[in-house]
């Protein structure tokens, strides 16, 4: 199968990046979102024919999706060691393809309505491209260090786009705190690479993940702390997956990062950018899974339960609606984390494996479609927060309709995609971990219950007097909503089980009943209980968060972790540790430097009196100089 | 004279027929067609730069006076370009000032002159061909300089100029005199074999080496320099500080490592002292000046300096690597004198304070002397790191750790200055910036030139390889 032509599906991005970068002043608004628009339109074609190819014609032989790879070495380190710049075509990668052009698209298309007229029109497409382009560039990379690259690059391209609106003091601290928390969390990363580049010798994905590899049967051979390196590597490489993919404790940026433009929200903080993290651990699976007994893996699936209930929990508080998404998006999140940790490698005991990068796949899509929509009910209310909104059904048909969607969906009622891929999560924690299991079982009656407190309460409740009379969004953000919402509905159908599994190896996907009626009742109760509370103006809520009291406060300041984050980082780090630092560097160090400058200036100034310009005392220093040299050489020569 | 001596003479006489054939046309021309002489030069020198690049053997003519070899030829090449740059830079100058004064002829048979004077001075065999070079090429460059009769200033550095050369020249003179009492001979090769240390051709040599160091511009022969580039045309002020400083350079690098060698203990350590001299006090002098040809002058003495970290060496590395960053320092200095010589014509304005906000309004002209700049102060990736990398290497390698510790503090202080420029033109903001404007066609292709000159030559590791592999003439 030649792959070749996957290249370009990067590279188009990058092309219009480039052009709309460089020609910033020069290309019109209106002509640069056609320019984005159709770029992507190409990359998105490009990726279903890709996708149609490797899953329907080529990629199958024998029953086992193949591996294509084409890379060439960039630069060497020794025989085995050395970094491919290449591409990489396997089944998750070109499932996130689809995913990342499906809803980079979208997000385009809808960005032409959403930004019209706002000044950075240009710049706003040619960032969008830039992060289009790193996001491709990372799900195809053959290498840890390729992966490593693009992964810093998306953390760039996301870092300018939650700082878009740069005049706002808030999304420059936002976009601060997002690239500085990750870029914590890539150190471990970066520690992670260099470990596993040391002890095995290879950076390369296809080499680290073969079972019978040397990588993977020699994990035992060194082990620090009681773990193999390996492991520890593993994690480091999971601190940077989990950075990026707002895992707790490392959640606390993506919050604040709603600050960026609503569709930046959608594609990078809700569809794409954030689940690399997930990504990456899949990318490395085999190596999680036989490495120490999967011992990283167990700490993956830990953590994504704690923080798929942390985060749901604090979403059922706020009252930003972008918050409220947020939160969630880290919770389901968690979930496909959880789904990765609890799988196994051979067919169907992959099951989790499958259902997490299923839940990946619906997940974009639903969760695109709720910011999005989000986005529609910003754009005609002019605010974010849940108490200014009510009563929007009459005024917004198709957002009102869509977002309903998008909240069966997450919320797990069939048929709507997300019914299908949150039940094989649960059906593949029960068979694994018991207690996982209720963990996610509470979750997502939680999620249900928070979603619909978010639909009721922003289109029906209380009728708000609007100042404008708000309106529905024009066609090029509407399209998108209903695209996402019919891929919403016919995503779950998509045979996931037969064509991406943990061991490459299809195998029949079934529904085990009983469980998939619990987690319905569940889903259906918390939307129950959100339709008391939320459909009428009534006083149950406020009953209700008194009864919490305390617990509900502690929730709604997200159980106060930036204030732990800020403690630490300001009282201990910045006094007692930056401080005297900083003091030494300005007294001494630039003291030092500062001075050497000022005596040169000081020198050239005393000097400028024998730059006369009288030609006597010119020719007086040239045959001066020319008798110092005779006399100071000659005087030499005779000793 | 056969035939063969015309083919080894052949850029000699070549540019000697242009210069002659200039000369008529100057009679012929009617006043009013005047203008065409410029395009008639640039088209013949045009020719003659690139019939230049045919290869020649290594021969020697005039009993020995005269001798050319494949290095040799590559000078009066390298030569040859800057030259037809600086010729394209100046092209709209000379139609919109000289020509009007009557005077366009005069500078391109003045140039070309002094050009020839160089050919001769470069590819002598004995002293009396190089004193003769050095004249024909110093004398009408005094010319040049004063061009702009109707400006005192210019004049004043005419005079400046030619009072300074004089005594250069005598005291070269003199030097070479001695050299000759020494040896009995003015052959380089006679010299060369029985020259000895002792204190008449110490003292000999070191006469000669300060004539030189005048051309080089190295301290303390460099007063004349800042006043005479400020006084002096654009043009001209940059021929004197690539092309003449250029050819200076390569016949010091041959001088130096063939006739002087046995001396060689002796004027390392000279050259050691005067490289420091150079260094600190073109800095330092180069950090407070305000006019860009002074400013423009003073890093050219300080790179001199820098270019003498390459002669102390005395190897093939040593040889390469001028030879390679004279070739950069063309480049790069003549992108930058191109770009004040371009924005002079079209404002008179010549000071830095001027320069802000100029990459607002012309952000082209901004961008090449940025470049410029870079590679002048020597960052990477552009051809002056490279340059200045390798001169480094090559004193190192001698062991002078000291001297390129030095060096590299001198860096560090031009690159402040340097870096001033490009605040001026890029951060700073004016109220009154110089306004956009489209230099001619001539200007524009001789900007281009240096740049990708600048540009190729960092990245083109091919062209260093063929330089280094030709500079064993010189180190056998």
Not at chain 1, 282 to 290: D, G, K, N, S, V
Not at chain 1, 329 to 344: E, H, K
Not at chain 1, 536 to 551: C, H, M, P, T, V
Request: glycine share 8%; net charge neutral; charged share 10%.
């Amino acid at each position: 199968m030649d792959i070749t032509y996957i290249i370009l599906i990067p590279l188009i991005p990058f092309s219009v990046f480039l052009l709309l970068g460089i020609f910033n002043q020069q290309i019109k608004p209106a002509i640069s979102g056609y320019i984005g628009v159709i770029g992507l339109s190409i990359s998105a074609l490009l990726s279903y024919y890709a996708a149609y190819q490797y899953f329907f014609v080529y990629g199958k032989v024998d029953e086992v999706y193949q591996t294509f790879v084409k890379k060439t070495v960039w630069m060497n380190f020794t025989d085995t060691l050395h970094i491919d710049m290449g591409i990489l075509v396997d089944p998750i990668s070109v499932m996130m393809l689809v995913v990342v052009s499906t809803i980079s698209l979208m997000v385009h298309i809808y960005s032409r309505g959403y930004m019209k007229g706002d000044d950075g029109y240009t710049k706003f497409f040619s960032f969008l491209s830039l992060f289009t382009f790193s996001m491709f560039g990372l799900v195809l990379a053959t290498n840890l260090f390729q992966i490593y690259m693009f992964w810093e690059l998306v953390g760039v391209s996301s870092y300018l786009l939650i700082g878009y609106y740069y005049t706002k003091t808030s999304a420059i601290a936002a976009a601060k705190k997002a690239f500085i928390v990750t870029r914590f969390a890539d150190f471990g990363f970066l520690i992670g690479i260099l470990i596993i580049g040391y002890y095995t010798g290879t950076f390369d994905f296809e080499t680290l993940n073969n079972p019978e590899g040397s990588a993977i049967l020699n994990w035992a051979s060194t082990s620090y702390m009681g773990l193999s390196v390996i492991t520890w590597a593993l994690l480091l490489i999971f601190m940077g997956g989990a950075g990026k993919s707002a895992m707790f404790p490392l959640h606390i940026w993506l919050p604040d990062a709603m600050e960026g433009p609503t569709p930046v929200s959608a594609l990078i903080h809700a569809a794409t950018m954030v689940v690399a993290g997930v990504y990456l651990v899949a990318r490395l699976f085999p190596m999680y899974y036989f490495v120490e007994d999967g011992f990283a893996l167990k700490i993956v699936a830990y953590v994504g339960a704690f923080s798929s209930l942390f985060a749901a929990i604090i979403a059922v508080t706020q009252t930003d609606i972008k918050r409220v998404l947020a939160f969630s998006t880290m919770s389901q999140i968690g979930y496909m984390m959880l789904a990765l940790g609890v799988s196994g490698y051979k067919g169907i005991e992959g099951v989790g494996y499958m259902a997490s990068m299923f839940h990946l796949f619906t997940h974009a899509m639903f969760k695109a479609l709720l910011f999005l929509c989000a986005g529609s009910v910003i754009h005609a209310v002019h605010s974010n927060y849940l108490k200014d909104m009510g009563g929007l059904r009459k005024y917004m048909p198709i957002t009102n309709i869509t977002f309903l969607i998008a909240a069966l969906a997450i919320s797990g009622v069939p048929p709507f995609a997300g019914f299908w891929s949150k039940d094989e999560i649960l059906v593949a924690a029960f068979e694994n971990n018991r207690l996982l299991y209720y963990v996610a079982l509470f979750v997502a009656g939680l999620t249900a219950f928070y979603m619909f407190r978010l639909y009721f309460g922003i289109f029906w409740g209380k009728e708000t007097k609007y100042e404008h009379i708000p309106h529905e969004s024009p066609l090029s953000m509407t399209f998108p909503l209903l695209f996402l919402a019919f891929m919403s509905i016919v995503a779950g159908f998509v045979p996931f089980s037969e064509l991406v599994t943990a061991d490459k190896i299809g195998f029949e996907g079934h529904m085990d009943y009983p469980l998939a009626v619990v987690a319905v009742a569940i889903g259906l109760t918390g939307i129950i209980i959100a339709w008391l509370f939320y459909k009428k103006e009534n006083d149950l809520a406020a009953i209700f968060s008194s009864f919490f009291g305390i617990f509900y406060k502690w929730t709604s300041n997200k159980f106060y972790f930036d204030e732990i984050y800020l403690f630490v980082t300001k009282k201990i780090i910045f006094d007692h540790v930056s401080t005297p630092i900083a003091r030494f560097d300005k007294k001494y160090v630039d003291g030092t430097m500062e001075g050497i400058g000022n005596k040169t200036v000081l020198i050239s100034n005393k000097i400028k009196g024998l730059q006369s310009g009288r030609l006597q005392d010119y020719a007086f220093f040239f045959v001066g100089g020319v008798v110092v040299l005779a006399l100071v050489f000659i005087y030499i020569w005779t000793n | 004279m056969d035939f063969n001596s015309f083919i080894i003479l052949r850029q000699e006489i070549l540019l000697l027929a242009i210069t002659l054939g200039l000369v008529v046309g100057e009679i012929f021309i009617p006043k009013n067609k005047k203008r065409y002489i410029v395009h008639l030069a640039l088209f013949l020198f045009g020719i003659h730069t690139i019939v230049g690049f045919c290869n020649i053997e290594e021969s020697s003519l005039f009993g020995g006076m005269f001798r050319t070899n494949n290095m040799i030829h590559l000078f009066k090449n390298i030569l040859n370009v800057g030259v037809f740059v600086l010729l394209l830079q100046s092209a709209d100058w000379i139609q919109e000032k000289v020509i009007g004064q009557n005077k366009g002829t005069e500078f391109f048979i003045l140039m070309f002159s002094s050009l020839l004077g160089m050919y001769f001075m470069i590819s002598s065999g004995d002293f009396l061909m190089f004193f003769i070079g050095l004249e024909l090429s110093t004398l009408p460059v005094a010319a040049l300089v004063a061009l702009e009769t109707s400006k005192r200033i210019s004049s004043e550095a005419g005079v400046k100029f030619i009072l300074s050369a004089g005594l250069a020249t005598g005291v070269s003179l003199f030097g070479i005199s001695l050299l000759y009492a020494a040896t009995g001979s003015i052959y380089y090769n006679d010299v060369m074999t029985t020259l000895t240390s002792n204190n008449l051709t110490l003292l000999g040599s070191i006469l000669f080496f300060s004539g030189l160091a005048f051309k080089i511009s190295l301290v303390p022969f460099h007063f004349w320099t800042a006043d005479v580039y400020e006084g002096a045309p654009i043009s001209t002020a940059s021929y004197l500080s690539v092309i003449s400083k250029g050819a200076a350079v390569f016949i010091l690098m041959i001088l130096l490592f063939t006739v002087l060698k046995p001396l060689m203990h002796i004027w390392q350590t000279i050259i050691y002292v005067i490289a420091v001299a150079t260094m600190f006090i073109g800095n330092l002098f180069a950090l407070r000046q305000q006019n860009m040809k002074r400013f423009l002058a003073f890093s050219s003495i300080a790179q001199a300096g820098f270019i003498l970290l390459g002669l102390i060496s005395g190897t093939q590395l040593g040889t390469a690597t001028i030879v390679y960053f004279v070739l950069i320092y063309i480049f790069s200095n003549l992108a930058a004198f191109g770009v004040v010589q371009a924005i002079s014509l079209q404002t008179g304005k010549e000071n830095r304070d001027d320069y802000n906000g100029l990459y607002r309004t012309n952000p082209n002209l901004s961008l090449v002397m940025m470049l410029a700049l870079f590679s002048l102060a020597g960052i990477p990736p552009v051809a002056g790191f490279f340059g200045k990398f390798f001169l480094f290497a090559a004193a190192a390698s001698k062991g002078y750790y000291f001297l390129v510790f030095l060096a590299v503090v001198n860096v560090t202080i031009s690159l402040y200055y340097y870096l001033l420029v490009i605040r001026a033109m890029f951060i700073r903001k004016s109220e009154d910036p110089i306004p956009f404007f489209k230099s001619k066609i001539y200007m524009r292709l001789g900007l281009i030139i240096a740049v990708i000159g600048i540009l190729v030559l960092g990245l083109y590791s091919p062209l260093y390889d063929y330089i280094f592999e030709l500079s064993t003439i010189f180190n056998k």
